[in-house]
């Protein structure tokens, strides 16, 4: 597609409950980032993929995080027994070159009630 | 990544240019300057980046000192749609950690 394409736009979770955001990068970009923005800061890097390979993960905040690139195009953020704390704006970025600059999508607002 | 420094807010007017300033006292000599911007509820958009040569795109110009310890973004004629946040970021090529460190920016709003 012509940009990057964030699934939900919006998700409303309770507490507790498991939720799955989804990433489709720029066909054939090989690098794939997540980040974290809460209300007010600017984005927090959580992990990197390099086609399949997640090189970095140091940004991950706990073990309830999990990302996943299998095919090393789509790439699935997954958060476990989402807390409060975890709602926040989860941007997904790629790109086709090191130097490149990146291009984010919009993002998935998550909201823990 | 080196930190930045960049002035929480700026206004400027519509059709003037706009100068956004950035330390970067500690870089070092395999760190690119980027600038990124985020209009409200939209994910972050590239502008420009450069290593020590002035740079210029149809979005914009970047000027980097000398000494490469600040640089400067130029918006040539800013229009209502550049009112973002806009951040300054440093960052190693080949350094094998490749996430981007995002600070606060600057709040750059263009009035009418």
């Known amino acids: 597609g012509a940009g990057v394409s964030q699934s939900p736009r919006y998700k409303v979770a309770k507490r507790g409950q498991d939720v799955a955001l989804r990433c489709d990068p720029i066909s054939g970009h090989v690098s794939l980032f997540w980040y974290q923005q809460a209300l007010g800061q600017g984005p927090e890097f959580l992990t990197y993929f390099q086609n399949e390979a997640q090189l970095d993960k140091s940004g991950l905040p706990s073990d309830r995080f999990f990302a996943e690139r299998p095919e090393g195009s789509v790439s699935t953020l997954k958060i476990q027994r989402t807390q409060q704390e975890d709602s926040a704006v989860y941007l997904c970025?790629?790109?086709?070159?090191?130097?490149?600059?990146?291009?984010f999508g919009s993002g998935t607002r998550l909201t823990v009630v | 990544d080196a930190k930045t420094t960049q002035p929480p807010s700026m206004d400027c007017a519509e059709g003037r240019a706009a100068n956004l300033p950035c330390n970067h006292s500690?870089?070092?000599?395999?760190?690119?300057v980027y600038w990124y911007r985020q209009i409200h509820s939209q994910g972050p958009q590239y502008i420009i980046h450069g290593l020590k040569n002035n740079e210029t795109n149809e979005m914009a110009s970047l000027i980097i000192t000398e000494d490469r310890k600040s640089s400067t973004l130029i918006l040539p004629h800013a229009t209502l749609r550049d009112t973002a946040v806009y951040y300054c970021?440093?960052?190693?090529?080949?350094?094998?950690?490749?996430?981007?460190?995002f600070g606060k920016g600057t709040h750059l709003i263009i009035q009418p």
């Open positions: 970025a790629s790109s086709l070159a090191y130097r490149d600059g990146y291009t």
């Open positions: 500690t870089i070092s000599g395999n760190e690119y």
């Open positions: 970021i440093v960052r190693v090529i080949g350094g094998g950690a490749d996430g981007l460190t």
